[in-house]
T-cell receptor
Framework: AQSVSQHNHHVILSEAASLELGCNYS??????LFWYVQYPGQHLQLLLK??????LVKGIKGFEAEFIKSKFSFNLRKPSVQWSDTAEYFC????????????FGAGTQVVVTP | EAQVTQNPRYLITVTGKKLTVTCSQN?????MSWYRQDPGLGLRQIYY???????DKGDVPEGYKVSRKEKRNFPLILESPSPNQTSLYFC????????????FGQGTRLTVV
């Protein structure tokens, strides 16, 4: 079945550590890719998106993600996290040959300790 | 300010008592969707609408109904709620197509006892 997989369900790290969250998808066609963030008690907000062009995309708050087509991956990175990055992070995919259904991964809960 | 507004934010109800969660967007978006968020399962689509009077089932539609009589509103109806519908619900809207960002409401935390 077509799916979006996020490798880690929970990540705990200290401030200033580097963060990398994995995301893989199993769709065979062309996809558009997104990372959303959900801060505690809040709604989902877009961190960054990839539609085409440079596979390394930069988003808000110092986050970036790299699309590797051969690996069906779209991993999220941040070189140095802050306590305020504590949140749940969702990878999402849209098949470009579909009507535009947004398919989400299960999410990764990130806790940054002071 | 562009926004998606859901009401109520929190709701506790009893099994079988019909309820409606409202969703309204002010961006004139054609696409609207409802998701439920459960731990370890991420967001799963319940229903979606591609325009007024055009709705279709998502991945987990059982026990839910929707309507789209106006472009801005997309209410979610639980005719006979059950405890397994206890969840966090999000409404989202966006422009048609695949190169568009979804905007989410603040969420409705529903508890069915």
């Amino acid at each position: 079945a077509q799916s979006v997989s996020q490798h880690n369900h929970h990540v705990i790290l200290s401030e200033a550590a580097s963060l990398e969250l994995g995301c893989n998808y199993s769709y065979g066609g062309t996809v558009n890719l997104f990372w959303y963030v959900q801060y505690p008690g809040q709604h989902l907000q877009l961190l960054l998106k990839y539609f085409s062009g440079d596979p390394l995309v930069k988003g808000i708050k110092g986050f970036e993600a790299e699309f590797i087509k051969s690996k069906f991956s779209f991993n999220l990175r941040k070189p140095s996290v802050q306590w305020s990055d504590t949140a749940e992070y969702f990878c999402a995919v849209i098949l470009t040959d579909s009507w535009g259904k947004l398919q989400f991964g299960a999410g990764t809960q990130v806790v940054v300790t002071p | 300010e562009a926004q998606v507004t859901q009401n109520p934010r929190y709701l506790i109800t009893v099994t079988g008592k019909k309820l409606t969660v409202t969703c309204s967007q002010n961006m004139n978006h054609e696409y609207m969707s409802w998701y439920r968020q459960d731990p370890g399962l991420g967001l799963r689509q319940i229903y979606y609408s591609m325009n007024v009077e055009v709705t279709d089932k998502g991945d987990v539609p059982e026990g839910y109904k929707v309507s789209r009589k106006e472009k801005r509103n997309f209410p979610l109806i639980l005719e006979s709620p059950s405890p397994n519908q206890t969840s966090l619900y999000f409404c989202a809207s966006r422009e048609p197509g695949v190169n568009t960002e979804a905007f989410f409401g603040q969420g409705t935390r529903l508890t069915v006892v």
